[in-house]
């Protein structure tokens, strides 16, 4: 695709309400921020081009997409270019956050150095303790919590920890998988949040039809920038194995074949589990933080 001045309409408008402070919107800050992001934009595009190449094949022949694009009467290649800023800006906001979890040995020093800080020994005979800053222990599971500030119990973790330190086991110098997959999860959402918010805006201001829902075109695009990772953001449905139970649900959905399986069809409402899902995060994207963002001098 051929970048010209007048396909990055669409940037434009998102760049002069998002990459900028929100108490400047004076007019020369409004033309000092779209210039910036466009600027970048372009100095960006061939490498933007060129990684999601495979992405907009998908979207010049999904005939869903074509067809909400005529409808809400937007013009395909600004509509692209829009996709690749969004997707790009929001990747810079959130580029330091995915920061390694700490290994569970550093964990155990983190504990050790917070009891060592707190805890007291209160006879030389190491006989008696104390815990004079109320230092707590807790423990939660699901449905239950247990705590206590027992000194001598404290202490006795304090020496778990310390030997623990010295131990030459070398999975306790591993991230654990589960603490970097909840963390990439919430890095997700907020992401999620953010990309959802610049489209909203684009598309409340320049669509006036009801359907089809803009959370679900939405939905799609998030499956193509790869801040969704489930396909059925993008194709609206399950792959549901056809069991005894839900025969009845392939007339109602009809099938669907996949790698030469046959499966139900089953639809998602994408919007709402969008709309959910970003619900649940009340964090503000660090845009301030992106090279996008206009700078005051």
């Given at each position: 695709m051929e970048?010209?001045?007048?396909k990055l309409e669409y940037i434009a408008f998102v760049a002069r309400r998002y990459c900028r402070p929100d108490e400047f919107m004076d007019d020369d800050t409004?033309?000092?921020?779209?210039?910036?992001?466009t600027d970048i934009f372009k100095n960006r595009f061939s490498i933007l081009e060129e990684q999601y190449n495979d992405k907009y094949e998908e979207f010049i022949s999904n005939l869903e997409i074509q067809?909400?694009?005529t409808i809400y009467n937007l013009n395909p290649d600004k509509f692209w270019l829009l996709f690749l800023f969004a997707t790009d800006f929001t990747n810079s906001c959130f580029s330091y956050e995915i920061k390694s979890p700490p290994t569970t040995r550093e964990t155990i020093m983190d504990l050790y150095d917070m009891?060592?800080?707190?805890?007291?020994?209160?006879?030389?005979?190491?006989?008696?303790?104390?815990?004079?800053h109320n230092t707590q222990l807790i423990l939660k599971t699901e449905g239950k919590t247990v705590s206590t500030d027992n000194p001598i119990?404290?202490?006795?973790?304090?020496?778990f920890c310390a030997e623990h330190l010295l131990s030459v086991d070398n999975?306790?110098?591993?991230?654990?998988?589960?603490?970097?997959?909840?963390e990439e999860d919430k890095v997700r959402t907020r992401k999620m949040k953010f990309f959802v918010e610049l489209f909203r805006y684009f598309l409340d201001a320049h669509i006036t039809a009801v359907k089809p829902s803009k959370m679900t075109f939405i939905g799609r695009f998030l499956y193509l920038a790869n801040i969704a990772e489930q396909e059925w953001f993008y194709t609206s449905y399950l792959h549901t194995p056809i069991t005894k139970r839900?025969?009845?649900?392939?007339?109602q959905f009809g099938t669907v074949t996949l790698n030469g399986i046959e499966y139900i069809r089953e639809p998602v409402d994408v919007g709402k589990k969008v709309a959910d899902t970003i619900k649940k995060c009340t964090d503000y994207a660090p845009i301030s933080t992106?090279?996008?963002?206009?700078?005051?001098?």
């Open positions: 970048l010209t001045e007048d409004l033309e000092l921020a779209e210039l910036t992001a067809k909400t694009l009891l060592n800080d707190t805890l007291q020994i209160k006879r030389e005979l190491h006989t008696e303790y104390e815990n004079p119990l404290l202490h006795l973790f304090k020496k999975s306790l110098d591993i991230v654990p998988y589960w603490s970097s997959t909840t839900n025969w009845f649900m392939i007339k992106s090279n996008y963002f206009y700078v005051m001098s």
